[in-house]
Structures are given as structure tokens and as C-alpha cells.
């Protein structure tokens, strides 16, 4: 009974092994496990080279009319003539009449003033003539000043200088009885009619001159340091456009010496010659927008808009196909594509990134794909 129960323990053991050895040789192997490195982002890049170009700045301006004056009338009056031509917007050369006053009150109060001074001269002769009797015939004890006549002298004169300004002043008066053009001017408006009666003081015409017109132009911080070296270099080219579309050659009038009080920023006068000549004219008040072209740039180069970061930044990927990013200077730009220019000096082609995306890191290893992206030309940028 004991030999049955040993006999049948063996067979369970050796059935147990049996059955461990089966189950180790049917075991799949395990493979190896291998590291694969990560593959790198594919990016799209354009290649571009440097090339010359010339940048163009557009900026704001408003015109303003330069030297504004009114006439006016010296001394009370009636219109005798009015230039009823003279209508505003009417081109008027230098010393053009266009109105003149009654010349009857003025033509008498320039007798009195005449007669007062041939009057004033006789009355100096006869103090001057008495005076030479008074110093012969005095004696040597009686030489007071008055019995030498020299008060008597030195009133006579002081009323001959009084009669000879009065004189000047009543002719000046009459020469302003006549209404003419200051320079060469453009009637801005007119506030008389033929025959109306004036009280000295009261304006006629309001004009400005007709040989040139300001522009006002308000220049921030960044684009005055791309502008002053060339200002001081006069190499740049300004074109004033107006609400039309009609493009007028201006010049820099002057830089003012003081910036603005609401926007602080510096102002540049420019001047328009000639604005009213043409059937088309630039008139005063308006905005109108100032196209700069600048001095060509011989190191630019020609991006995708995409391209430029909200800091104005490029993606670059370098010869060992690594990001790099790197500040530059935006010469121009339209909605297609930017001019810029690199802080480094190398003038070689480069690979920038079309789409640079938020979570690029510099240094990343990335698999670049040269985009076909058309830029515009020169051309169609203009």
C-alpha cells in the first residue's frame, strides 16, 4: 500500500516537471528592446539672399497753408472798386489790385497834412530869422536863452518833425487805400461786397501764398532713427498723396524743435511748391499720406510676412539643420512680404522658417523643407 503511495507521488512529480520543461521551451523569446532616437520636425524654410533695395516709409500728414494773412483797411471808408473776379480759389500774382477806397476824406486830411508842414517849415525860417536880429542887437549883459530866441527855435523845429510825420503817415494812409496782393497769393475767402462802408480794421480778403503749401508730419520714436541719418544725407525722395490719389513731389521745409504736446512725437515740415496751379490742387486742412523712399539698402533681404515674429524676430535653421533666432530691422513691408535686415553682418543666403510656431526652442533639431513660396517682385510691391 506504502509502495502504491510513493509509485504515484513520483508520477505526479515527474508529470509536474514534465509539463514545466513543455512550458519553457514553448516560451516566446523576448526581443530586445532598442532606443530609437526621436525624429525631427519637419519645417518649412525658404531660402533667401541678400539683394539691394531701397525702403519706403508711409506716413500721415495734414497740410496747413503757409503764410494765412488777412487784408485789411487802414482808415474808415467806401468801397469806390472791387475786383468782383477775385473769388476764393483765385490765383492772384504780387501786387495785384483787388479793391481800393473813396479817396475824398483821404485826399483832404493829405492837403491839411501838406499845408501844416509848408506852414511848420515857414514858422521854423521866421523863428530862425528872428533869432539872428535878437543876437546882434543883444548886449552883452542880456544873453538869456529866451532873449537868444532858442526855445523859440527848438519849438519851431519839434513842429516841423511833427508836421513831416503827419505828413508820412496820411500818405501812408492813402497808399493803403488801395487793396493789392502782399505776394503771390490764393484767395481763401472774401468778406466785402461793392460798395460796402468800412471801419478801420476790418478785413477784406483772407489769403495764403500760392508758391507753396506745409505738410505736418508726425514721426514716432523708431521711424525718426531710420530717417534722421538720411535726412542729414538729403538721399531720400518724398511724394505727398492726396485723398485723390494725385501725387505731389514735396522737399523737408524744416524739423521742429519741439515735438508735439499730445503724442510727443517729433514733427517734419515738409513743403508742396505750386499746390494751386493745377486744376487738381492740394488744399490746406486735409490728411494726406507722405510716401518716403529712402536710400537703397545693399544688404536686404526679402521674407515671407509669416516669417516675422511678434517681437521682430526670424527662425532661422543653421548648417546643422538647428533652430536659431535672431533680432532684425524691418526696412518695409506690405500684407505679402518684408524687407529686413540681419544685426550680423554675414551676407550669405539664408534658411528661415515660413510658419515659425510658439513651442520652437533654439537648438532643436529639426528636418527642414524648402517651401515653394512665390515673393513678390519689386514690381508688384510698388
Not at 131 to 160: F, G, H, I, T, W
Not at 187 to 204: F, K, N, Y
Not at 277 to 300: G, T
Not at 361 to 366: A, E, P, Q, Y
Request: zero cysteines; aromatic letters at 4%.
Amino acid at each position: 500500500m506504502k509502495f502504491k503511495n510513493i509509485l504515484a507521488i513520483g508520477a505526479g512529480v515527474l508529470a509536474i516537471f514534465t509539463a514545466l520543461v513543455i512550458v519553457d521551451e514553448l516560451a516566446v523569446a523576448e526581443q530586445a528592446y532598442q532606443k530609437s532616437e526621436p525624429q525631427a520636425q519637419p519645417v518649412s524654410v525658404v531660402i533667401v539672399h541678400p539683394e539691394r533695395h531701397a525702403p519706403n516709409l508711409n506716413l500721415l500728414g495734414n497740410t496747413q497753408a503757409r503764410h494765412v494773412t488777412q487784408l485789411r483797411v487802414s482808415s474808415n471808408g467806401q468801397l469806390s472798386w472791387l475786383d468782383t473776379e477775385a473769388e476764393p480759389g483765385t490765383l492772384v500774382p504780387k501786387s495785384t489790385p483787388l479793391a481800393r477806397l473813396d479817396m475824398t476824406h483821404l485826399a483832404s486830411e493829405l492837403a491839411q497834412a501838406q499845408s501844416r508842414l509848408r506852414h511848420a517849415e515857414l514858422t521854423l525860417e521866421q523863428q530862425l530869422h528872428e533869432q539872428s536880429v535878437a543876437v546882434r542887437m543883444l548886449s552883452d549883459k542880456n544873453q538869456s536863452r529866451y532873449a537868444r530866441k532858442e526855445p523859440q527855435v527848438a519849438a519851431a523845429k519839434a513842429d516841423l518833425a511833427q508836421a513831416k510825420l503827419a505828413l508820412e503817415s496820411t500818405s501812408k494812409l492813402v497808399q493803403e487805400a488801395q487793396i493789392i496782393a502782399p505776394f503771390d497769393a490764393v484767395i481763401l475767402s472774401r468778406m466785402v461786397s461793392p460798395g460796402d462802408w468800412l471801419s478801420a480794421g476790418e478785413t477784406l480778403f483772407q489769403i495764403a501764398s500760392s508758391a507753396s503749401i506745409d505738410v505736418i508730419m508726425p514721426v514716432s520714436e523708431s521711424t525718426w532713427r531710420k530717417l534722421a541719418p538720411q535726412l542729414a544725407s538729403q538721399q531720400i525722395t518724398l511724394h505727398v498723396i492726396d485723398r485723390a490719389g494725385t501725387s505731389w513731389p514735396a522737399e523737408v521745409r524744416y524739423i521742429a524743435p519741439n515735438v508735439d504736446v499730445n503724442t510727443r512725437q517729433r514733427q517734419i515740415v515738409l513743403k508742396v511748391a505750386n499746390p494751386y496751379s493745377s486744376v487738381v490742387s492740394l488744399m490746406p486742412n486735409q490728411p494726406v499720406q507722405v510716401n518716403i523712399q529712402l536710400a537703397a539698402e545693399s544688404n536686404a533681404f526679402k521674407v515671407p510676412q509669416s516669417a516675422l515674429t511678434r517681437d521682430g524676430m526670424i527662425w532661422l535653421v543653421d548648417e546643422r539643420d538647428t533652430l536659431q533666432k535672431e533680432h532684425v530691422e524691418v526696412l518695409s513691408k506690405n500684407d505679402q512680404h518684408a524687407f529686413i535686415r540681419f544685426n550680423s553682418a554675414l551676407k550669405t543666403s539664408r534658411k528661415i522658417v515660413s510658419y515659425p510656431l510658439l513651442t520652437m526652442l533654439v537648438g532643436n533639431k529639426v528636418s527642414p523643407v524648402v517651401a515653394q513660396i512665390r515673393l513678390a517682385s519689386k514690381e508688384e510691391s510698388q
